[in-house]
């Protein structure tokens, strides 16, 4: 059974930081992608970052220039750093893992809330 515990969620500002992080445990087999997802009410979820095995990253054009995503593969970890948040960056953040057999994984999700 693979886990993934998201942290670092919460109220912030406009033009704030925060700092998500998710690790991941359990039979997860070799990683290959690692990522964010996010949805807020009434929207479908999207892609928001990742990161692959290979350090490979790619962004929602939203995003661009104020987030950056990392990972850590000896601690199964990826974190998303979040600057300059805007209230539309509100919503629930989801991660998401891809292992080698192109299984996926979801956590249950951290909730930001970005003030005006």
């Known amino acids: 059974q693979v886990q993934l515990v998201e942290s670092g969620g919460g109220l912030v500002q406009a033009g704030g930081s925060l700092r998500l992080s998710c690790a991941a445990s359990?039979?997860?087999?070799?990683?290959?992608?690692m990522g964010w997802y996010r949805q807020a009410p009434g929207k479908q979820r999207e892609l928001v970052a990742s990161?692959?095995?290979?350090?490979?990253?790619n962004y929602a054009d939203s995003v661009k220039g104020r987030f950056g995503v990392s990972r850590d593969n000896a601690k199964n970890t990826v974190y998303l750093q979040m600057n300059n948040l805007k209230p539309v960056d509100s919503a629930n953040y989801y991660c998401?893992?891809?292992?080698?057999?192109?299984?996926?994984?979801w956590g249950k999700g951290t909730l930001v809330t970005v003030s005006s």
């Open positions: 359990g039979s997860i087999f070799s990683i290959n992608t």
């Open positions: 990161i692959t095995s290979g350090g490979s990253t």
């Open positions: 998401n893992i891809r292992n080698v057999r192109g299984e996926i994984y």
